[in-house]
């Protein structure tokens, strides 16, 4: 296994991490440019050289991962006994800078139903590094001949994000297959099929965030029988409806999926922003 497939394991696993690089070597050092570490919150893959000059850079990594930045630094250290640091000094008598870049968690989208609205709010959201997931109980909303092949045909044949086609006859059930942080969002053709996806979605307490679409009266009827299967007011709270930006109030398929998509974008940077804890 190399790094490349560390960060891979990370972003399956949803971990964030630090790349890295020694970018640059004057005189004598442990390690040549080029060599490569992969930092994540409890694990070390590679290395840059060890003593002072790793043990800096593993905990500035982690600085940065607690701190949820997203822009890489340039680390300079003097490798000689005049150039101590809190772990130590080394005596190579060269100076490296190290890159360090952060490799953030791949946000994940599930959009439930692909009809009008939720075809042109996939449009928007695969021109972006996210993961996709497309799910519909109606074949003919997922088939082939309709979206294509994701990456190879179709409307998604040059997607940024990873595209995920899933038909199923009883959608609410994928709801434990996604990944913790996920954000759901609920469009399908039947109020029966989005009461029963917003149930499970309350269900776990570890989704980044659940939106409904629809009118305020059609959520007042929803909570009435939410309360009814044992939720809270804490649980509903959680459920944004109406979504999308509130100073867009076109009903065209395309207006409501720009306006969904542009406050997704807003909660995804957000807890990219979000320090860790």
Known sequence: MDWVDELRRLRDARLPAVLVTLATVRGH??????????????????????????????????EM????????????????????????????????TMLLEPVRVVPTVAVFGVGHVGLELARVLARHEIELWLIDGRADMVAEERLGVPGRSGIFADAV???HVRHTP???????????GTHVLIMTH????????????????????????GSRSKWGRFAAKLRELGHTDGDLARVTTPIGVPEVSGKAPAVIAVS????????????ARAPRG
């Open 29 to 62: 050092a442990p390690r040549n440019g080029g060599a490569k570490l992969v930092v994540s919150p409890d694990r070390l893959f590679g290395t840059v050289g060890g003593g002072n000059l790793e043990e800096t850079a593993i905990a500035t990594a982690r």
């Open 161 to 163: 994000a990873t595209v």
């Open 260 to 271: 969904v998509a542009a406050r997704l974008l807003q909660l995804i940077e957000e807890a």
């Open 190 to 213: 039947d109020h029966v099929e989005d009461l029963a996806l917003t149930d499970q979605a309350l269900r776990r307490d570890d989704l980044a965030s659940i939106g409904l679409i």
């Open 170 to 180: 009883v959608p609410e059930a994928a709801i434990a297959d996604l990944p913790a």
């Open 65 to 96: 991962i607690e701190a949820g930045e997203s822009e890489p630094r340039l680390l300079t250290l003097t490798l000689s006994d005049k150039a101590a640091t809190e772990y130590g000094v080394q005596c190579c008598g060269g100076e490296v």
